[in-house]
């Protein structure tokens, strides 16, 4: 009887998993076309964060070329949504020290989920900007001299800061995501990807997307794997933001990268005031017919959170909700279908990043049914 052999012991576990892709019924008739879904929602951290997130922290411990074992490290994050708890998720995995610095305005099922995997929550200012000054000015320097002198066995720790999207590390990390769909699609549903649809903050996911898409690295020709994945041609994608979260969009509208004065929406996951400058170059190489950007309503995205919970039977936050809302609005044919006729349109294949969230709650929903339910027809 063969055995199964077992990672070195040195070698630090993976802090995300390979989740499922599924055919959505309920979504494919109401969008018209096959839509799948990537159930990023299952990562340990209850977001796609796993992927961008755990890479960039794992790699950050790899051991040099000098080193026989992993690198100890003290991680700081600043963030009191789903990159935090995929940092702290990510730490605990890797038997790594984290230090987590919130708002005010931190929700307190978030609080007890990061204590409750060993991290260090400090509460400070009424905004991620003042929470992330905080951790820099005050939380790491404070850290530094512990850290510096060592666990007592010789092994000296090493600050890591650990932004929640702008890092190529982070964007490498979600391009894993495009290699599983890619996979998927060929051995599990057999047929090509026609389009991508995904939501976009700072950028992070989006940027994984395209690299996995459009990247030199991710095939042995050096062009990237759409043309592979896509049955001779790249997929589309299609990045949805919510109306007050809408940076990208903006950028879109102006023709340039552009900062937004404020974040009024309820999908606070997308709160960015501006995307990554690699998001922005990624719409100037690849063009308009390629990365599309458009937005929903914050009723829109709240109602698809809803009605995704009373088909799928999964909670997802409403930044979520505004990925799943063009399917369910009918601009999903608008924007990835247009030209095509209800038949060709039948036969369009589109895989829909369910990324998760923890601002999420039966609660929640609920408020979100009596807020906006009466504001949208298809709810």
Known sequence: MGSVSSPAASEPPKPWIETPLIYSGPLSNAAGCNVYLKLENVQPSGSFKSRGIGYMMLRSTLPSSSEGTPQKNHFFCSSAGNAGLACAT?????????????????????????????????????????????????????????????????????????PPFDHEDIWAGAATLMDEVAEQMKTVHRTCLDAMVCNVGGGGLLNGIMEGLWGPTRNKGGKGMGKEVGGGKEPRVLAIETVGADCFNQSVQAGKLVKIKGVTSIAASLGALQVSRKTWEWREQVGEENLVSATVTDAEAAMASVRFADEHRMLVEVSCGATLAPAYNGDLKKYMGKGLSDEEWK???????????????VDVLQQYREEYGKEVSWA
């Open 90 to 162: 990510t730490a605990h995995t890797l038997s790594c020290p984290a230090t987590i610095v919130v708002p005010n305005s931190a929700r307190e099922p978030v609080l007890r989920r990061l204590r409750g995997l060993g991290a260090t929550v400090v509460i400070h200012g009424t905004s991620w900007f003042e929470a992330d000054t905080h951790l820099r000015e005050v939380v790491m320097p404070a850290s530094a001299i512990e850290d510096e002198t060592g666990n007592g066995e010789g092994q000296k720790t090493k600050q890591v800061y650990v």
């Open 347 to 361: 036969n369009v294949n589109v895989v829909m990043v369910v990324c998760g969230g923890s601002h999420i709650s």
